[in-house]
């Protein structure tokens, strides 16, 4: 137990720093869907989007989604930095954002030039009833960090 707890102390230990993020809607999703006291692995290969909450943000994309009708959905992506194209299912739309965001040491002083900063796509594919509102959606996240490549 000590051992393990002297070794967290002299390690670099990241966190996910999301104050890079924009203040808007969507960047707001990201923000209250990730899993808080769940560490970034920096040196982990490629991987799920480590901290979203897939299911989380689903639940938020129904809050503010459902029962809105399509023209808003489209400028709320839009509008924030978006983008949203027909989808391959009729009455649907396929809406999808990219943010990065950061990675911050809370441990042991350590060079973190080399820390990769994490980057999602994030698609919402919604489904319209016959009065061109949202009846349901499903979410799906991507994985689009850009990985810095060590030189030694």
Not at 7 to 15: E, Q, S, T, V
Not at 19 to 48: F, I, K, Q, W, Y
Not at 96 to 114: H, P
Request: aromatic fraction near 8%; charged fraction near 25%.
């Amino acid at each position: 137990m000590l051992i393990s707890t002297l070794a967290g102390c002299y390690m670099p230990a990241a966190r996910d720093d999301f104050s890079v993020l924009d203040n808007d809607v969507l960047s707001d999703l990201l923000r209250h869907s990730h899993e808080s006291g769940r560490p970034a692995d920096p040196s982990s290969g490629p991987r799920r989007v480590v901290g979203i909450n897939q299911a989380t943000l689903e639940l938020l994309g129904n809050d503010l989604f459902l029962d809105q009708e399509q023209s808003r959905v489209e400028s709320t992506f839009t509008g924030n930095h978006g983008e949203c194209i027909p989808a391959l299912i009729p009455d649907s739309i396929l809406c999808s954002f990219v943010r990065k965001w950061r990675l911050k040491n809370i441990g042991a002083r350590f060079d973190t030039s080399n820390w990769s900063d994490p980057a999602v796509k994030v698609d919402f594919t919604f489904t319209f009833d016959e009065h061109g509102r949202v009846q349901a959606l499903s979410v799906n996240t991507i994985d689009v960090t850009v990985y810095k490549v060590i030189k030694g």
